[in-house]
């Protein structure tokens, strides 16, 4: 069963229950994914790949509106985002640990000969690649801003 198959038995699953939070959440994975599907040229189908990305963007969106609201103390909406983005979150790949990710992305800067700070965007580019789905960008650019300045 692929992600928008488990999405579209969820809600089912979620109606039933009448989980009215669990239900919001899953029904904006799915719009997102129709949204994805009707674009300009998109594919008759939505990849497992194309369907992380969304629910990582939607995640992100969650995690930054929260702070919005946490910062201007509307506590309600904050805990609403917050609750929404868990839901989402169970539907990504487990995250890499740092250590992971360090030790991965040292290999690639063995790999690609970096030197130094200069060469970021040539070890960003081949560290997004291969650690897509499985760590936030933010974390790698982090990783791999520190690696290169210890050159």
């Known amino acids: 069963m692929n992600l928008v198959e488990q999405i579209n038995a969820d809600i089912k699953s979620a109606m039933l229950a009448k989980d009215k939070e669990t239900l919001e959440a899953l029904r904006a994975i799915k719009a997102a994914f129709m949204v994805a ?3 300009k040229g998109a594919a008759h189908e939505l990849s497992n790949e ?7 963007k939607l995640v992100k969106q969650r995690k930054d509106s929260a702070a919005i609201y946490e910062q201007n103390g509307r506590m309600e909406l904050f805990e609403k985002e ?7 979150e169970k539907y990504l790949p487990a995250q890499l640990a740092v250590e992971e990710i360090e030790a991965q992305i040292k290999t690639l800067i063995v790999q690609l000969g970096a030197k130094g700070p200069q ?3 040539k070890v960003m580019g081949a560290a997004s690649k291969q650690l897509a789905g499985k760590a936030e960008g933010k974390v790698i650019s982090q990783v791999v801003k520190e ?3 210890a050159l």
């Open 147 to 149: 690696l290169l300045a």
């Open 37 to 39: 599907l009707t674009e």
């Open 119 to 121: 060469d970021m965007g």
């Open 50 to 56: 194309a369907a992380i990305k969304i629910i990582q």
């Open 82 to 88: 917050m609750s929404e983005a868990l839901v989402i």
